[in-house]
């Protein structure tokens, strides 16, 4: 995790807008940099480095002898980098995973460097011999990116967009700051006077599509003959859900910096450490994975982590939650966030304390964690409703092609607070589109279980405790509380007493674009604008559910929602 910052074409001198770059400090607590580019005196990187690979070359903009024109900065992790180097015989000058781009840009150009990259990336790459700049951003935007491009030429670019907002420009009106969006790179002419013009945005992967990375490789066992013209096998098709999710997990182990793990006792995050406790056994790590766990005394998802973690033998850890630790954290999380989704922040809130803990208890910075899966597994609650299998799947892809506006948003900016790095395994982009290649029928709730498949594949194998294995989906913001007064109870009552029916019943005047229509949206809404007026449209939408009458997205509050009979004895 680190941050990415970068200036073409400044139209304020550079050391007066340097100081923006520090507002995305915490993304790289180990050093910072600060780079202007020779013969562009207007354009400038600045580059807050977490240390994860390679301790001796890892600092950025990145440039090598071969290449004395190219310069990179990038955020993220690549894991096939040295299957890259070793299948194109690219000679390397440093450890860093990301010299990689530079050699695959040399050869191939820029969309085909994209498509090969097998991780999570966000990258600035400048190339002063052809007068280009690029931009781009992974399939699912687990790393964030921001953009501001004046109508004279100025380019700015951002891990968060709070590194953007004070930025000097000639406009006369504030400059637009858009996220970058996931799976594209766009492509700019650098003019002699440091200014831009973009020339091309294209899509380099879709989730949908097997990733040309593949290719390099082969997975010993992958069952090739799935699509038999009798259907799919489902056998063999348990047995490569299971091999390409443990190869997700694998490569993910590329660290030097100690690995833990989220654990929230649910089926994601428990098949993640478990795999993970496995894996990390095999390749003889020197140090116990530590797992994490945050909620009430007596939440549900605290009691199932801890039986998780004594079965996989892990070195647990439990955050104890109040509601009014949650309460106090909320203005920092939502200046964290950049976003006022009512969902998104009630999860962030317990992610983002449990880093903390994390951060200052702790000496793991590399941490595994279960997103994604929900989105491509269908397991939300609402998926039971689904009038189809096709249309289940067709939501399925829409989730997953937002998940950077909610989930993988919360996931980077409340672990990226404290310095820390996060690993998706659910998001691999060959895990992913293997399962939603698979037919739809296959992928449906069933028997009343949503992730049936997800569940099968993995049942008998004593991964983990089947009751955890077969537990129903608790979102996380209720999970983490007491079953006898949720977290959201708690934050509701605080919310009464902050605002009144008359301010909630004007909310559509104050607020033309997505109109809070509830006390809490309104509440949230407010302390959004405060800290970023007139930058709603960072959130397009909220987040609810689908195919059900709903007017809030807790999964509690959902009549087809039914607590465990084990949970009720709470």
């Known amino acids: 995790m680190c941050g990415i910052w970068a200036l073409f074409g400044s139209d304020e001198c550079l050391a007066v807008q340097c100081t923006n770059a520090m507002k995305i400090a915490h993304r790289g607590p180990d050093a910072f940099r600060f780079e202007n580019v020779n013969g562009f005196t207007n354009c400038c990187f600045g580059f807050h480095r977490l240390a994860i690979v390679d301790q001796l070359y890892g600092m950025q903009p990145l440039r090598v002898k071969k290449f004395p024109y190219l310069w990179l900065c990038y955020n993220g992790e690549i894991y096939n980098h040295i299957r890259l180097k070793n299948q194109f015989e690219f000679e390397y000058q440093t450890k860093v995973d990301g010299e990689i781009l530079l050699h695959l840009y040399d050869r191939f150009g820029i969309k085909k460097m994209a498509s090969m990259l097998d991780g999570v990336f966000a990258f600035i790459l400048l190339d002063t011999a052809n007068r280009k700049v690029f931009i781009g951003r992974d399939t699912y935007g687990v790393r964030p990116l921001f953009r501001l491009l004046t109508d004279n030429g100025f380019l700015a670019v951002c891990s968060e967009a709070k590194g953007l907002l004070d930025l000097k420009t000639s406009m006369s009106t504030p400059a637009k700051i858009t996220p970058f969006p996931p799976g594209r790179f766009e492509v700019f002419d650098l003019k002699l006077t440091g200014k831009v013009e973009s020339v091309q945005m294209d899509r380099f992967h879709c989730c949908t599509e097997e990733p040309k990375h593949a290719a390099y490789n082969n997975l010993e066992g992958l069952g090739t003959d799935w699509k038999k013209e009798w259907g799919f096998e489902l056998e063999t098709v348990k047995s490569n859900i299971r091999i390409l999710f443990e190869d997700a997990v694998k490569k993910r182990l590329m660290a030097h910096r100690r690995i833990g793990c989220l654990l929230s006792g649910g089926l994601d995050s428990s098949l993640v450490a478990a795999t993970l406790v496995k894996l990390a056994k095999e390749e003889q790590l020197p140090y116990p994975i530590q797992t994490f766990s945050i909620g009430a005394e007596d939440s549900p998802d605290v009691a199932a982590a801890r039986k998780v973690a004594a079965h996989i033998g892990s070195e647990h850890h439990e955050v104890n939650f109040t509601p009014e630790e949650g309460i106090r954290a909320l203005e920092d999380v939502i200046i964290h966030l950049e976003s006022y989704d009512s969902t998104t922040l009630r999860a962030s809130v317990g992610m983002y304390l449990i880093s903390k803990y994390i951060r200052e208890k702790t000496d793991s910075v590399v941490i595994f964690s279960g997103e994604g899966s929900d989105e491509l597994t269908q397991g939300y609650i609402y998926f039971h409703k689904a009038p189809s299998p096709k249309a289940a799947a ?105 605002v009144n029916d008359s301010q909630l019943e004007k909310a559509n005047t104050r607020f033309s674009f997505n109109p809070p229509t509830t006390k809490e949206g309104f509440y949230i809404r407010q302390i959004f604008e405060k800290h970023y007026p007139d930058r709603c449209v960072w959130t397009p939408h909220y987040w609810m559910p689908r195919w059900i009458k709903a007017t809030d997205p807790s999964a509690r509050t959902l009549s087809i929602y039914k607590p465990d009979k084990d949970q009720l004895s709470h």
């Open 394 to 498: 067709e939501d399925s892809v829409r989730l997953l092609k937002e998940l950077y506006l909610f989930d993988v948003l919360r996931a980077d900016r409340t672990t990226a607070a404290h310095g820390l790095e996060l690993r998706v395994p659910f998001l691999d982009h060959r895990f992913t589109a293997y399962y939603l290649s698979l037919p739809e029928e296959m992928r449906v709730p069933k028997d009343g279980v949503e992730k049936h498949l997800l569940r099968e594949a993995f049942k008998g194998l004593k991964l983990i405790p089947d009751e955890i294995l077969w537990r129903r989906k608790e979102a996380f913001s209720d999970g983490m509380t007491s079953m006898k007064k949720s977290w959201y109870t708690s934050l509701q009552e605080h919310i009464e007493s902050e």
